[in-house]
């Protein structure tokens, strides 16, 4: 499972991810909207956990622009009154915890969350050869599968959803790290080289490419 946590308070976003990582649960973090956009633009989540009292605008308002087929939601807050659950649920929550909650049952609730009926099907990446599964995290290349890791997995991912196009360095630093795991300098190549490297290791060494000084491209003569 893959939680999108949306979250100023980066001490509290920190231990969330740490103690449900420690439960099975990976997790991404923003520390506002205009994160919280940039990780729905290039990822996929299972579920999000929503703070409502963000820096750079008001989680319900966000609630509300989100489109139909959005992963479900579950507000974690300070706001406590009845009136502030009614309005959570009512505007599209499936699920409303007031802090401070304990983490067992943030826990219990993400887990039941996706296992509503409704839910999206799992979606299947394909670029030519290559297809990954947004739910189990596996690449194959022509049915052969790709030992990854979790960064790199995300990295793929962004680019398959934008194959063919340039995506910037700074969009996917923005995606695959957060101030509980900051980038360091190099680290996103780090990333790549080791992508590159498994898809060598299964016989395909041109299809990541970098545009120094933008971004990377993926793709090869292939794939159009």
């Given amino acids: 499972m893959r939680t999108l946590i949306i979250e100023d308070?980066?001490?509290?976003?920190?231990?969330?991810?740490?103690?449900?990582?420690?439960?099975?649960?990976?997790?991404?973090?923003?520390?506002?909207?205009?994160?919280?956009?940039?990780?729905?633009a290039?990822?996929?989540f299972d579920v999000i956990m929503l703070?409502?009292?963000?820096?750079?605008?008001d989680g319900i308002d966000w609630l509300r622009s989100l489109?139909?087929?959005?992963p479900p939601v579950l507000i974690l807050s300070a706001r406590s009154t009845l009136d502030d659950r009614v309005t959570g649920l009512d505007t599209g929550a499936d699920d409303y915890l007031v802090k401070p909650a304990e983490i067992d049952e943030i826990a219990a609730r993400l887990r039941a969350l996706i296992r509503r009926p409704g839910?999206?099907?799992p979606?299947?990446?394909?670029?030519?050869?290559?297809?990954?599964?947004?739910?189990t995290r596996q690449a194959e290349l022509s049915g052969r599968p790709l030992a990854i890791g979790?960064?790199?997995?995300?990295?793929?991912?962004?680019?398959?959803r934008n194959a063919g196009k340039v995506v910037p360095r700074e969009r996917i630093e923005g995606a695959l790290y957060s101030a509980a795991d900051p980038v360091t300098p190099n680290a996103l190549e780090a990333v790549a080289s080791r992508l590159r490297r498994r898809f060598a290791e299964v016989g395909e060494d041109d299809i990541l490419h970098t545009v120094r000084g933008v971004g990377y491209l993926f793709g090869n003569r292939r794939v159009s």
Avoid: C, Y
């Fill in 51 to 57: 703070d409502l009292g963000l820096p750079d605008g």
């Fill in 123 to 135: 979606v299947v990446l394909t670029v030519g050869d290559v297809t990954f599964d947004t739910t």
């Fill in 9 to 40: 308070n980066h001490e509290l976003a920190s231990l969330l991810a740490e103690r449900l990582g420690a439960r099975g649960i990976d997790s991404d973090i923003a520390g506002g909207i205009t994160e919280a956009d940039d990780h729905m």
């Fill in 42 to 44: 290039v990822g996929q």
């Fill in 150 to 160: 979790r960064k790199e997995a995300d990295f793929l991912e962004i680019l398959l």
């Fill in 119 to 121: 839910r999206r099907d």
């Fill in 67 to 70: 489109p139909a087929d959005r």
